[in-house]
């Protein structure tokens, strides 16, 4: 990977709709030269895909937290993914080291709809216990990380 490349995913982290004109247009390349980096790039695994980008306050989801969820021993890996990706509110979920077994990082329409989601998750024994922080703001965002 080079400057170019790194310049390529740069500009589609900021707009994944910006066309291979605009781009060959702001590094100095041929469309043509940009496709082929791109799609070198999806080979690679380097590039993993194009997406949108969601704001949730204007869907109605106002409340974030990170939930840390503490699993029954014997709990695999696979159940806690199943089990997470049922909730539309799990965003993003991770298998972390430390107390916690797992962190999800959730968006709720309110804090009542956060409670909910907390008993619906440990409704099915496999989630001993959990503990959350509601997020107050948001510090820092990069698009893309």
Do not use: C
């Not at 590094?27 to 030269?33: E, G």
């Not at 997470?84 to 107390?99: D, M």
């Amino acid at each position: 990977m080079d400057d170019q490349d790194r310049q390529i995913l740069a500009l589609l982290i900021e707009d994944g709709r910006r066309t291979y004109d605009d781009i060959a247009r702001r590094i100095a390349l041929s469309a043509p030269a940009v496709k082929r980096r791109v799609d070198r790039l999806k080979a690679r695994g380097a590039l993993q895909g194009f997406t949108a980008v969601v704001d949730h306050d204007a869907l109605g989801d106002h409340t974030e937290a990170l939930i840390e969820l503490f699993y029954a021993p014997g709990t695999l890996l696979g159940q806690v993914t199943d089990t997470l990706r049922r909730h539309r509110e799990v965003v993003e979920a991770w298998s972390v080291t430390g107390e916690a077994d797992a962190i999800a990082r959730v968006r709720t329409q309110d804090n009542a709809d956060l409670e909910r989601l907390i008993m619906d998750l440990q409704r099915d024994g496999l989630v001993q216990r959990t503990r959350s922080q509601v997020v107050m703001s948001r510090l820092v965002s990069r698009a893309g990380s």
